[in-house]
């Protein structure tokens, strides 16, 4: 069974920083393209970072490029999202996924693209 389970998540100042993890377990981790999604209060989920199996390849969407970071660490079965100079609207509940194909990024910012997602963890920023 596949388990994904965020941490991280916390109540900052705009300016700040936080650091996102996800543990994975019960699937070949390495192998699988991961992400992280957000969902702000009465809006559609959204994609906001992408990492290739290998790590080789990074996606972000515009409003987090510069600021956030997406890594991975393939021995532990983790995925971080560091998140530097939050703003307000950065706050959102925070998704990772991982993907529905191995070796593969087709799709990465959609989430048909995912099979399994985390639980979430909440990031508030105020200003």
């Known amino acids: 069974q596949v388990q994904l389970v965020e941490s991280g998540g916390g109540s900052v100042q705009a300016g700040d920083s936080l650091r996102l993890s996800c543990a994975a377990s019960?699937?070949?981790?390495?192998?699988?393209?991961m992400a992280w999604f957000r969902q702000a209060p009465g809006k559609e989920r959204e994609f906001v970072a992408a990492?290739?199996?290998?790590?080789?390849?990074?996606y972000y969407t515009d409003s987090v490029k510069g600021r956030f970071t997406i890594s991975r660490d393939n021995a532990k079965n983790t995925v971080y999202l560091q998140m530097n100079s939050l703003k307000p609207e950065d706050t959102a509940v925070y998704y990772c996924?991982?993907?529905?194909?191995?070796?593969?990024?087709?799709?990465?910012?959609?989430?048909?693209?995912?099979?399994?997602w985390g639980q979430g963890t909440q990031v508030t920023v105020s200003s």
């Open positions: 990492i290739s199996w290998s790590g080789g390849r990074t």
């Open positions: 996924a991982i993907s529905a194909t191995s070796y593969s990024t087709t799709s990465y910012d959609t989430k048909r693209a995912y099979a399994y």
């Open positions: 019960g699937r070949t981790f390495s192998t699988y393209t």
